[in-house]
């Protein structure tokens, strides 16, 4: 079992920025990525990181400008989200994959657990 919570949204102007965690517990050493979700809009896969830290991926709409990372020995998953646009207002998760081994994929479909997300508002 993991148990992930988030935690670092607001409201931020465009232009801005933020760092979101995700504090895991349980068994940990998975590989982690977020999502989020718009009002009215499927979720989309932001960025992963495997395992080890080594393997990341990015969708291309945040290329550039967010960046991932995790302290495994603080069980945490970070998020830096810079040059805020008002289209990445929603609410972000945290998600587990239980599968992938040396890689990570940013497909919703691959993630075993969630946490309960945090609310991303970017508006001036």
């Known amino acids: 079992q993991v148990q992930l919570v988030e935690s670092g949204g607001g409201l931020v102007q465009p232009g801005g920025s933020l760092r979101l965690s995700c504090a895991a517990s349980?068994?940990?050493?998975?590989?982690i990525g977020w999502f989020r979700q718009a009002p009215g809009k499927e979720r989309e896969g932001v960025s992963c990181?495997?395992?080890?830290?080594?393997?990341?991926n990015y969708a291309d709409s945040v290329k550039g400008r967010f960046t991932i990372s995790r302290d495994n020995a603080k069980n945490t998953l970070y998020l830096q989200m810079n040059s805020l646009k008002p289209e990445d207002t929603a609410v972000y998760y945290c998600?587990?994959?239980?599968?992938?081994?040396?890689?990570?994929?940013?497909?919703?479909?691959?993630?075993?657990?969630w946490g309960q997300g945090t609310q991303v508002s970017v508006s001036s």
């Open positions: 990181i495997s395992r080890g830290g080594r393997f990341t």
């Open positions: 349980g068994h940990t050493n998975y590989a």
């Open positions: 998600a587990a994959d239980i599968g992938s081994v040396a890689a990570c994929y940013v497909t919703a479909r691959r993630y075993d657990y």
